[in-house]
């Protein structure tokens, strides 16, 4: 009978810091919870605040798009003109090249 009382009182002696660790546990987890409340409140005001600065950006943006859009398509106007220039020198030069292809051979014919 004493042995069992005296393993009651090792069993209380456990028992009642383990109850407070307990009471701790849940005051940690309410003050986690309101934690991770007011974090998820931050991050949705950084949210929306990204989703505004996104938005100014893209309007101050999209203007400078169009008009690089419109820069680039004029300079593959200028590069398909220098292209046409470019074939018609060459067309000129083989022109020229049998012009004086065919003089050289009629002036040998005179000799």
Known sequence: ?????????????SALPLGKVMDYLQEDVDAMQRELQLWRGERQQ????????????????????AELAELE???????D??????ANILRNEEKMQRMVHSVALSSRRKY
């Open 81 to 86: 003109k220098i292209c046409a220039v470019k």
């Open 46 to 65: 950084h949210a929306e605040a990204l989703r505004a600065e996104q938005s100014i950006t893209d309007g101050a943006v999209e203007p400078l798009r």
């Open 73 to 79: 398509q004029l300079i593959r106007d200028q590069q």
């Open 1 to 13: 009978m004493e042995k069992l009382r005296a393993s009651i009182q090792t069993l209380c002696r």
